[in-house]
Structures are given as structure tokens and as C-alpha cells.
């Protein structure tokens, strides 16, 4: 199957992107407009700009969006404040359903927000992160696994974002982790995708992306030293699939570990986001092909693309396709 007929296939595919729906806002500001508060003498911050995308899980709809898959939903929780209806609004706008969404009065929407300099393009200013530190209320927790549990059979794909970088972690709790190992096992057919950089190791029976250093992370915590392959005995999916940047990916099954080259970016100009870019198209190809290694290679192709672009950028399947081109 040539790469062409694989994108084609990807109209036919339904996608449901569960966890960590994160806000991205890019407020460009101004320096010449630093005038210092009349109150406090602190000098401001004058934003002249704002632009939303959704973030986290969000990144990857809008990769699957972008990637022409024939349905994307998210479910998730989020605040009911201005941010989370900025999010349910650049989410709509891409063609993707906000509607499995769990709003919540006691939490505030997991919302990142970067100073982008107007002179020099350039994000040159902390990052300010409206973030939940209090472990997710059992209602709205509650309303996320019976969400999954519902609507999960609706879907062919069911990809897990758990992003959430904070202790007691985010959307993706334990009762989620087990909703999701529960429909993975009834489900063998159905392909469950797990990114999570902080907590790989505590999925079961589904199969887990994480990067090289999340890997080796997880393995330390298991006191595996850098055994991938005990990480996904531990595990106990499909495959587990590693990835390398540059130096591609590895897949480790049951059987062993084959490493997927890719041919280097030179100079890419923002590798935020790449990993939720290669899964997008990984997941995607899985589904159509039923091969990891075609899944780890559309998967490095879409990242190849918006590894380019400023941002968390999307590819299109033209732009996937001129990318094989110029890699020959």
C-alpha cells in the first residue's frame, strides 16, 4: 500500500482523543509598550495580540483533523471559565467535537499561555500556566469514565494524552487508567494509544508511545535500568514504541526491538509538539495497515512536517506526501 492510498484511508477512521484538552494561547506583545504601572512602577507587559489553538490532547486532534481522519472527538474536563469556551470554540472551528467535554465550576481550564516578542517573533518571556494542583473533584472524574465507558464502542481509535506534568497528574487518573485497560481488553480489535510523559508505566494492556528519556524514566522507576523490553512486559501491549528524535524509532515487541530509522531535519525550526504529531499519523497508519512499521514511519513523516513550522503545527496529507518526496 503506497503511502498515498494509506492518507486516503484516513477519511474512513474515527478518532476519540481522551485526557489532558489543554488551551494554547500566543499573546504577542509589544516592548515599546512596557510602561510601568501608575500603582506599582512594575513595568506591563502590553499583549497587542492573542491567537487560541487547542493544546496537550488538543495538539493531536488537530493533527488528526489536519490529517483528514474522518471523525475526531476530545473528552476531557475543563473549566467553566472564558478559557474553556476559547477551547470549545478553536475546537469547533477545526471540526472537532467539544461535546464529550466534563465543565467543571471547580476547576479552571489547564490553559498555557506564551509572550510571543513583537519585534522579534520570538517567545522571550516565562510562560504563564493556568494550572489545577488539587487532585481532579470525584464528580467531574466520575463524568470523564462514564463518557469513555459510553462512547468508546462509537470510535476506532482511542487515543490517551496524559500531559498533565503536576503530581497528582491531570484528567488521567487511575480510575481512567483502568476504564481504559478494561475497554482495551474487550476491545481487542480497537487500538488504544497511550502518550503519557510522566507516567507510562502505570498503563496496562494498550499501546504506549512514550520518547526516549519517558522511557528510560519509567524504566528507573520500575528498577529496570534501561530495559524497554521489561517496560513492555510490565505493560503488556501490543507494542510499545519508542521514539528517538532523530535517530527514529524503536519497537519493542514480545518478539524483540527493531529500530526504524528516519532521515534528520536540518534545522528544524520548533520541535514543540512533534511527538503528538508522530502519533496522530502512527495511530492513523496503524489502523489502516495494521503495521508498527508503517505506523513509525507516517508517523515520522507527519512529525518531519511540523517540526518545520512555528508552534504545535498540523501536517496536511499533501504536505505528507511532498515530505516523502524529498526524502527520495
Given at each position: 500500500?503506497?503511502?498515498?492510498?494509506?492518507?486516503?484511508?484516513?477519511?474512513?477512521?474515527?478518532?476519540?482523543?481522551?485526557?489532558?484538552?489543554?488551551?494554547?494561547?500566543?499573546?504577542?506583545?509589544?516592548?515599546?509598550?512596557?510602561?510601568?504601572?501608575?500603582?506599582?512602577?512594575?513595568p506591563r507587559?502590553?499583549?497587542?495580540?492573542?491567537?487560541?489553538?487547542?493544546?496537550?490532547?488538543?495538539?493531536?486532534?488537530?493533527?488528526?483533523?489536519?490529517?483528514?481522519?474522518?471523525?475526531?472527538?476530545?473528552?476531557?474536563?475543563?473549566?467553566?471559565?472564558?478559557?474553556?469556551?476559547?477551547?470549545?470554540?478553536?475546537?469547533?472551528?477545526?471540526?472537532?467535537?467539544?461535546?464529550?467535554?466534563?465543565?467543571?465550576?471547580?476547576?479552571?481550564?489547564?490553559?498555557?499561555?506564551?509572550?510571543?516578542?513583537?519585534?522579534?517573533?520570538?517567545?522571550?518571556?516565562?510562560?504563564?500556566?493556568?494550572?489545577?494542583?488539587?487532585?481532579?473533584?470525584?464528580?467531574?472524574?466520575?463524568?470523564?469514565?462514564?463518557?469513555?465507558?459510553?462512547?468508546?464502542?462509537?470510535?476506532?481509535?482511542?487515543?490517551?494524552s496524559d500531559?498533565?506534568?503536576?503530581?497528582?497528574?491531570?484528567?488521567?487518573?487511575?480510575?481512567?487508567?483502568?476504564?481504559?485497560?478494561?475497554?482495551?481488553?474487550?476491545?481487542?480489535?480497537?487500538?488504544?494509544?497511550?502518550?503519557?510523559?510522566?507516567?507510562?508505566?502505570?498503563?496496562?494492556?494498550?499501546?504506549?508511545?512514550?520518547?526516549?528519556?519517558?522511557?528510560?524514566?519509567?524504566?528507573?522507576?520500575?528498577?529496570?535500568?534501561?530495559?524497554?523490553?521489561?517496560?513492555?512486559?510490565?505493560?503488556?501491549?501490543?507494542?510499545l514504541m519508542?521514539?528517538?528524535?532523530?535517530?527514529?524509532?524503536?519497537?519493542?515487541?514480545?518478539?524483540?526491538?527493531?529500530?526504524?530509522?528516519?532521515?534528520?531535519?536540518?534545522?528544524?525550526?520548533?520541535?514543540?509538539?512533534?511527538?503528538?504529531?508522530?502519533?496522530?499519523?502512527?495511530?492513523?497508519?496503524?489502523?489502516?495497515?495494521?503495521?508498527?512499521?508503517?505506523?513509525?514511519?507516517?508517523?515520522?513523516?507527519?512529525?518531519?512536517?511540523?517540526?518545520?513550522?512555528?508552534?504545535?503545527?498540523?501536517?496536511?496529507?499533501?504536505?505528507?506526501?511532498?515530505?516523502?518526496?524529498?526524502?527520495?
Open positions: 500500500m503506497t503511502t498515498r492510498e494509506i492518507l486516503e484511508r484516513f477519511r474512513r477512521l474515527s478518532v476519540l482523543v481522551v485526557g489532558d484538552i489543554c488551551l494554547d494561547r500566543w499573546c504577542t506583545y509589544d516592548p515599546a509598550a512596557a510602561d510601568p504601572s501608575r500603582e506599582t512602577g512594575i507587559v502590553g499583549v497587542t495580540e492573542t491567537k487560541v489553538t487547542p493544546g496537550a490532547g488538543g495538539t493531536v486532534a488537530n493533527n488528526l483533523a489536519a490529517l483528514g481522519a474522518g471523525r475526531v472527538a476530545v473528552l476531557g474536563a475543563i473549566g467553566a471559565d472564558g478559557f474553556g469556551w476559547d477551547l470549545t470554540q478553536a475546537l469547533t472551528k477545526r471540526g472537532i467535537e467539544p461535546d464529550l467535554l466534563v465543565e467543571a465550576y471547580e476547576l479552571q481550564t489547564f490553559t498555557y499561555t506564551k509572550l510571543l516578542n513583537a519585534s522579534t517573533g520570538e517567545e522571550d518571556l516565562p510562560r504563564v500556566d493556568f494550572i489545577n494542583l488539587r487532585e481532579l473533584p470525584a464528580r467531574v472524574e466520575e463524568g470523564v469514565v462514564q463518557r469513555i465507558e459510553a462512547h468508546a464502542a462509537e470510535f476506532d481509535i482511542i487515543m490517551v500531559q498533565a506534568e503536576t503530581h497528582q497528574g491531570g484528567v488521567v487518573t487511575a480510575p481512567v487508567r483502568d476504564a481504559v485497560s478494561r475497554l482495551a481488553a474487550g476491545s481487542p480489535s480497537k487500538i488504544f494509544w497511550v502518550d503519557s510523559r510522566l507516567r507510562p508505566e502505570l498503563f496496562r494492556g494498550v499501546i504506549v508511545k512514550p520518547n526516549r528519556d519517558e522511557a528510560e524514566a519509567a524504566c528507573r522507576r520500575l528498577s529496570a535500568g534501561a530495559d524497554f523490553r521489561a517496560l513492555h512486559r510490565h505493560i503488556g501491549g501490543p507494542f519508542v521514539t528517538h528524535g532523530p535517530d527514529g524509532v524503536l519497537i519493542v515487541t514480545d518478539e524483540g526491538e527493531t529500530r526504524l530509522r528516519t532521515r534528520a531535519v536540518e534545522r528544524p525550526v520548533d520541535i514543540c509538539g512533534a511527538g503528538d504529531s508522530f502519533s496522530a499519523g502512527a495511530a492513523l497508519a496503524l489502523a489502516v495497515t495494521g503495521s508498527p512499521r508503517e505506523a513509525a514511519r507516517i508517523g515520522n513523516l507527519v512529525a518531519s512536517v511540523t517540526i518545520m513550522k512555528k508552534g504545535t503545527g498540523t501536517a496536511t496529507p499533501a504536505e505528507v506526501l511532498e515530505a516523502e518526496a524529498r526524502q527520495g
